[in-house]
């Protein structure tokens, strides 16, 4: 209706106008920096003098960058496994258990999420340094395991929450102690939930760059630390490589997510059939 | 009778420690006996069946199975079958796997398994359904399967909390045979919860009527419907006219007390838990149980009750006819069609009579 007066058919222009530019505005620096990284050329500014992979080349080549990627999947690695085993029974238990105080445990569980990063990298160090975990991995793999465990814990807990306990008594009827049940009964059913949580802690462990700041040597760099340093250090167009690299695995990551979720959903769609 | 396979002793439960759900529970079950927990919603019948299947901890009392107390055993060592209402299979197995599961849980090879689950399915008559998923069954097929799970491992006691609760009615009839013959071919102990009274007479051994968590009967069904205990199992199972008055007289020798209606006239009934002389009591009489004839009451018998026909209503094999009875009571006949007189019509003279045997005299209820 109200599109039909002329000052409607201008109210939806502007809508339009400024959901461009919202959209522009987030996708920009993505935009920017992915050209620049097959610039044939060696500074960081358009137009690009030509097309190649060198810096690719040079970003696999050098041990500047490449270690740090190494490092980046270690930790990863290490983070996510230590992340979604502490995150999943966290959020196991939470379900499971029905205690006062419920909340309060829930609240310090998700804490890292809302603390703002460099007061816990601050702490970190101050915590870690005594122990001898400051520049180590294990002090890395820790610190993104603290960080990256309340991303699990809410999306298994997401999925917890669709979940008939009936089943539960069933699997224990049928004879299965608590552990076979989790194993045969409870893990399949949230296992999408779990690799979401686990993909979300990877990413969260990819793109930390604050707590490895403060708390990674020059041995346990990662890769946006290491592009952190580019910057001042070692500036080329490698960078742009890094960046775009980073990019492309995180939207991976978030697709893959994605992906479990609507596929879940379908599942769980059955499952109300039942 | 030998030793029963289930002894609740005192057993008593409360989830907030003030509210009782189940009160003072003492029940001695049969081996290979049919037993129906009946009672209205709210009265403890799922609880004191969680209780026996160990998912629910008792507050106090002991429960033993095969004389052992298994107040400490988790559910998955007690080696009872359970069938939920929401039948609760495994969604992602299929239907051969959760038959299967108790088996697998069992550590049985894999070969004697399937043999076993296609017996059990076979039993339930869903042979050749192994491979589907349960999600690809009606409801009816559901239940069947959560039947043969619950079966398949033979234990000696099978629980059932409303089996048929979310089917419809002629579907509920039919797997209600099914879980009958089940029980006589398997010889195994039913313990089975309905709110539906019709279910369970026609399934039960014996049925324990519960209110606000108590029993407040526990009989076959022939003597329940019969011999209602109190006011409210009368009320409870099958229809009853209800007639008010107080305790005139009682004959402790043959079991009868005389009660003065409140309209004035006075009857000989059955005792069932009225108080002495003096007492209020509640007279009830099965509709089917009244005779009734037109005309004058003196032509019926000698102490017929006169009324007046308030209402008939006609059911294809019976009638009900609504008498407002002199004093101003009313209550319901019923007569087989074959039997209706078609004189008595809305407005028409009429008599009604009843055996002293067939009614009984109970304290009232609460409220009444
Ligand atoms: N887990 C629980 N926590 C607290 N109260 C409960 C719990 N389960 C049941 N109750 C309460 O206990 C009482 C008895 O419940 P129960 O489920 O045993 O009744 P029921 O006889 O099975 O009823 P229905 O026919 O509705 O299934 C109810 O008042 C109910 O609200
Ligand atoms: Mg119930």
New interface residues.
């Given amino acids: 209706m109200s599109a039909r007066t002329p000052a409607g058919r201008l109210g939806r222009a502007a809508l339009w106008a400024v959901t461009l530019a919202v959209l522009l505005f987030l996708v920009a620096p993505i935009a920017a920096i992915v050209p620049l990284s097959f610039s044939a050329g060696s500074f960081l500014h358009y137009p690009l003098p030509g097309l190649s992979l060198r810096w690719y080349r040079e970003f696999f080549e050098s041990a500047f960058w490449f270690d740090s990627v190494i490092n980046s999947l270690i930790i990863g690695a290490g983070a996510t496994a230590l992340a979604t085993t502490l995150g999943t029974l966290a959020a196991l238990g939470l379900w499971l258990a029905r205690f006062p105080g419920r909340g309060l445990v829930l609240a310090v569980l998700i804490a890292p999420m809302v603390v703002p990063s460099v007061v816990v990298a601050v702490g970190l160090l101050f915590a870690y340094a005594p122990v001898g975990l400051a520049n180590t991995y294990a002090g890395m793999i820790l610190a993104h395991t603290a960080l990256a465990s309340p991303f699990v814990v809410v999306t298994v807990s997401a999925t917890l929450a669709g979940f008939d306990r009936t089943l539960l008594r069933a699997a224990a009827a049928s004879g299965a102690g608590p552990a076979r049940a989790f194993r045969r009964i409870v893990l399949p059913l949230i296992a999408p939930g779990v690799t979401a949580g686990a993909l979300f802690a990877f990413a969260i462990s990819l793109d930390e760059v604050v707590v490895a700041l403060f708390l990674a040597g020059p041995g346990q760099r990662t890769l946006p630390r290491q592009m952190f340093a580019g910057l001042n250090e070692h500036l080329s167009l490698a960078i742009a490589a890094a960046a775009t690299l980073l990019i492309a695995l995180s939207i991976l990551l978030m697709a893959t997510v994605w992906w479990l979720r609507s596929r879940s959903d379908r599942l769980a769609g059955a499952a109300d059939r039942v | 009778m030998s030793a029963p396979i289930v002894r609740f002793l005192g057993v008593e439960k409360s989830y907030d420690g003030v509210t009782p759900v189940v009160r003072h529970l003492d029940l001695d079950i049969a081996r290979g006996e049919f037993l129906t927990l009946l009672g209205p919603s709210g009265s403890g019948k799922t609880t004191t069946l969680m209780m026996l299947?160990?998912?629910e901890v008792p507050t106090a009392g002991r429960i033993e199975v095969e004389g052992r107390d298994v107040s400490r055993l988790?559910?998955?060592?007690r080696?009872?079958?359970?069938v939920?209402q929401?039948?609760?299979?495994?969604?992602?197995m299929s239907v051969a796997e959760n038959v299967g599961?108790?088996l697998e849980?069992?550590g049985m090879a894999r070969a004697e398994r399937s043999a076993r689950v296609a017996r059990a399915l076979e039993m339930v008559r869903l042979g050749g359904f192994g491979e589907r998923?349960?999600?690809q069954l009606s409801g009816g097929q559901?239940q069947r399967v959560?039947l043969a799970?619950?079966l398949v491992?033979e234990p000696s006691l099978v629980l059932m909390d409303e089996p048929l609760g979310a089917l419809d009615k002629q579907l509920r009839a039919e797997m209600q045979l099914e879980i009958r013959h089940l029980h006589e071919q398997l010889g195994v102990t039913v313990v089975y919860v309905t709110h539906d009274q019709e279910e369970a007479l026609t399934l039960s051994d014996r049925i324990a009527v519960f209110h606000h968590g108590a029993v407040q009967q526990l009989d076959a069904p022939a003597q329940l419907y019969e011999r209602p205990a109190n006011a409210f199992v009368a009320r409870f199972i099958g229809e009853n006219n209800r007639l008010a008055g107080t305790v005139s007289e009682i004959d402790s020798e043959d079991g009868m007390v005389k009660v003065a209606l409140a309209g004035g006239r006075s009857l000989w009934a059955m005792r069932g838990d009225c108080g002495t002389a003096g007492a209020r009591a509640v007279v009830s009489v099965r509709p089917e149980r009244i005779a009734l004839a037109p005309g004058p009451a003196a032509d019926l018998s000698e102490d017929a009750i006169p009324a007046r026909v308030v209402e008939t209503i006609y059911l294809g094999d019976h009638v009900r006819v609504r008498l407002a009875l002199e004093g101003g009571a009313e209550v319901m006949a019923k007569r087989p069609i074959a039997a209706a007189d078609p004189r008595l019509v809305a407005g028409a003279e009429a008599a009604v009579a009843w055996q002293p045997e067939h009614a009984i005299a109970f304290a009232p209820e609460p409220g009444d």
């Fill in positions: 299947a160990g998912f988790p559910p998955h060592r080696g009872i079958g359970v939920f929401s039948y609760a299979l495994f969604p992602h599961f108790p849980v069992r998923r349960p999600a559901q959560a799970r619950a491992f």
